[in-house]
């Protein structure tokens, strides 16, 4: 649980670099939506990379949202290189 609750923290501290809206997380992921593109489009170059995240736009109340589930230190750095290159 303590290295869940480690790397998700370092996740977050990734993401506030970016330009994206996060939710608190207890879980094993973490919901996030960017606001310097369109999360489909996001979401759809994030698959071009090979890096899977959950598209929640088909969700009540979660227009535009991507939900990143927590991995191990290599996959999150992959992911948030991506993402970073994605929104900048």
């Known amino acids: 649980v303590a290295a869940l609750v480690d790397a998700r923290s370092r996740l977050v501290t990734g993401l506030a670099d970016l330009p994206v809206e996060v939710w608190p997380s207890g879980a094993n992921f973490v919901l996030f939506r960017p606001t310097a593109a369109d999360g ?10 090979s890096v899977l995240v959950r598209n929640c736009a088909s969700w ?3 227009a535009g949202c991507l939900r990143g589930t927590i ?7 992959r992911f948030l290189a991506a993402l970073r ?3 900048t």
């Open 60 to 62: 009540p109340r979660l």
């Open 85 to 87: 290159e994605i929104l």
């Open 40 to 49: 489909d489009e996001v979401w759809q170059q994030l698959v071009d990379r």
């Open 71 to 77: 991995g191990t230190p290599d996959e999150d750095d």
